[in-house]
């Protein structure tokens, strides 16, 4: 009775190692085409079936490799997917080894064409801090000297000399953010932010 369970055990264990037995190694390497670099973490999913219908999934290591197992003798699909590429998708034959190349999924959009025009809008609507200074409130509030117009009227505005020039900061932005305008004319000078004080008449 006891070598009668026990052939059945074995029987039963080499019935299970049937599978087990049906069943190769397959190596893959995954790789960009433009610069031959291994890619990582990229997911093969491959299955029985065309569809991939209940499949197994594999990550690709540092060397861009993963070794899976297939049915000996049986067809095997596959699809390789990473991010930043276009996916590719075959059949394993009776190789042992699988070296694939990705192309990068390079989004094209059409052409973009931006049309701007200068539209009047009030300065409380302005996207900027916008200060107006008139020559007729300037010349009423009696000063005798464009900085101090400019840094009495003007919040945030700062003027310092600096060698022969004078260096003009708004708000912390220096002059090459800042645009002064003279009845629609530009008046900002060279990089420094020096402003030529003769063309105000006070």
């Keep these: 009775m006891k070598t009668i369970r026990n052939v059945m055990l074995i029987g039963l264990l080499l019935i299970l190692a ?3 037995a049906a069943q190769r190694k397959v190596k893959f390497g995954i790789f960009d085409k433009a610069t031959e670099q291994p890619i ?6 491959y299955a029985d079936n065309e569809k991939l219908k209940s499949p197994q999934r594999v990550v690709t290591n540092m060397d861009g490799e993963a070794t899976i197992s297939v049915p000996q003798g049986g067809k095997c699909y596959y699809q ?6 276009n996916p590719l998708r075959g059949t394993i034959g009776s190789v042992s080894s ?3 190349f990705m192309t990068e999924d390079v989004m094209k959009v059409n052409e973009v064409v ?8 009030p300065i409380k609507l302005s996207p ?6 008139g020559g007729k409130e300037l010349v009423d509030a009696g000063y005798a000297d464009l900085t101090k117009a400019l840094q009495q009227e003007t919040p945030g505005m700062n003027i310092q000399k600096v060698g022969f020039g004078n260096e003009i ?3 912390g932005l ?29």
């Design 169 to 171: 900061s708004m708000q």
């Design 98 to 100: 699988l070296k694939l």
């Design 40 to 45: 990582i973490g990229a997911v093969i999913t």
């Design 80 to 85: 390789v997917v990473s991010v930043g590429y």
């Design 18 to 20: 049937l599978p087990v």
């Design 114 to 121: 931006v049309t701007g025009s200068r539209t009047a809008r």
């Design 128 to 133: 900027v801090s916008t200060q107006v200074l």
């Design 174 to 202: 220096d002059a090459r953010h800042v645009l002064f305008l003279q009845d629609g004319e530009r008046l900002t000078g060279d990089m420094a932010g020096n402003l030529d004080y003769e063309r105000f008449n006070l």
